[in-house]
């Protein structure tokens, strides 16, 4: 399966650029990395997926090495509403997707 | 456009009933992904569908679980014979195919369905 390893927390101050790193020695192939943000009481919402190299878009940008074992989002300025739970999730395995236990952003004043 | 919309959003029940929990997909996609959330907890995924097939059911927790879709459109999450531990947010998620030529394809998850046993 694909399993990822991301850090349980992190914290940070508002203004500041919060990078999160995910983990997937297996990746495959064809795998895409994908990272969702969730809100309490709120299903996860899409915000940025890649291949290789890099990614950018209008929230967030894409880091990922050519060995493709790890990747990096990287969020610029966070603000008091960045916090939430940042899960990156790789491929499907045997008909099944894992999401790891995600990345719980707190971002300070 | 409208999104993936869950219903009910809240439920709560007594121990040994069945519920139902309802997913509307968002139009023209074809997958859709059911997972379960305990308080405080990552998603676990319980099964998905690529029109109204679903692969492999063996992620659904138990017998009492199951899983429909008819239509290629809404999908029906059923739980029987409901236990304690059943208590939690159920999510639905639909893209428009499982996998395309970009690989893995983005899911739009609906807000849950929170599950409470009495």
């Known amino acids: 399966l694909a399993k990822t390893t991301q850090p349980i927390s992190m914290d940070s101050y508002e203004g500041q650029e919060v990078n999160i790193t995910c983990s997937h020695n297996?990746?495959?192939?064809?795998?895409?990395i994908t990272w969702y943000q969730q809100f309490p009481s709120q299903g996860p919402r899409f915000i940025i997926q890649?291949?290789?190299t890099k990614v950018t878009n209008e929230v967030a940008s894409l880091f990922i090495p050519a060995d493709r074992k790890s990747s990096t989002l990287s969020l610029p300025r966070v603000s008091l509403s960045d916090t939430a739970v940042y899960y990156c999730?790789?491929?499907?395995?045997?008909?099944?997707?894992?999401f790891g236990k995600g990345t719980r952003l707190h971002i300070l004043p | 456009g409208a999104g993936v919309s869950q219903s009910p959003s809240n439920k709560v029940t007594e121990k040994g009933k069945d519920v139902e929990l309802r997913c509307d997909p968002i139009?023209?996609?074809?997958?859709l992904y059911w997972y379960r959330q305990s308080l405080g907890q990552g998603l676990e995924f319980l099964i998905y569908?690529?029109?109204?097939?679903?692969?492999?059911k063996s992620g659904l927790p138990s017998d009492r679980f199951s899983a429909e879709r008819t239509g290629g459109s809404v999908s029906t999450l059923t739980i029987q014979r409901t236990q304690q531990e059943d208590s939690a947010v159920y999510l639905c998620?639909?893209?428009?195919?499982?996998?395309?030529?970009?690989?893995?394809?983005?899911?739009?998850f609906g807000d849950g369905t929170r599950l409470s046993i009495l």
């Open positions: 998620a639909s893209s428009l195919v499982v996998w395309g030529k970009e690989g893995n394809q983005p899911q739009h």
């Open positions: 297996n990746i495959a192939t064809n795998d895409y």
């Open positions: 890649g291949y290789k």
């Open positions: 999730l790789v491929g499907i395995r045997d008909d099944k997707i894992i």
């Open positions: 139009s023209g996609h074809t997958a």
């Open positions: 569908f690529q029109g109204n097939s679903a692969p492999d």
